[in-house]
């Protein structure tokens, strides 16, 4: 079924109503006021500031004007428009929605390797100071006692030339 059946058959649903209509709408509220005379609203025993409770009546007037099947079928057509927009919107907000969630998570993924790397630099400057003050230490002991072999060794053949 296309949507211009659907429409029709819509439209076939409702009856025009062929003549105006008066609609009277009586509303009535009660509240407690504090105002004196000057307001319009008259106060128990003419004693200014006294809370009284005020009755309104309010009389409202709507004509509707007739409408013929056209009518209503366009104005069908219309709110039919609106609620295609509404979902229309709905789906592409939704669709934002999971692509924005998807760029938070790759977001925080990212920032959570980053801290990772971090830590893994600190630790390895830590430890590149003191991975070569080990070996520098390791090996100085050597050093200085073949220094001193090279010097002794330097000082007897002078002694050797000397003589």
């Known amino acids: 079924m296309n949507s211009a059946e659907s429409k029709s058959r819509e439209s076939e649903r409702y009856k025009p109503i062929t003549s105006n209509r008066t609609l009277v709408i009586q509303r009535t509220s009660s509240s407690l006021s504090q ?11 003419n004693n200014p500031g006294t809370p009284s409770s005020i009755t309104s009546q309010f009389w409202r007037y709507a004509t509707l004007p007739s409408s013929t099947a056209n009518g209503v079928a366009a104005m069908h057509s219309g709110v039919h428009t ?3 927009g509404r979902e229309r919107e709905k789906k592409d ?13 790759k977001v925080r993924f990212l920032e959570a390797q ?39 060794s330097e000082q007897s053949r002078t002694q050797l030339e000397l003589k």
């Open 114 to 152: 980053n801290r990772k790397l971090v830590s893994e630099l600190n630790q390895l400057k830590d430890r590149w100071g003191k991975e070569t003050e080990r070996v520098k230490n390791m090996f100085s002991a050597e050093l200085d006692k073949f220094k001193r072999m090279l010097t002794n």
């Open 82 to 84: 609106i609620l295609q």
């Open 93 to 105: 907000l939704q669709q934002l929605n999971e692509r924005f969630a998807t760029y938070i998570e």
């Open 35 to 45: 105002t004196s005379l000057g307001g319009g609203y008259a106060c128990p025993n």
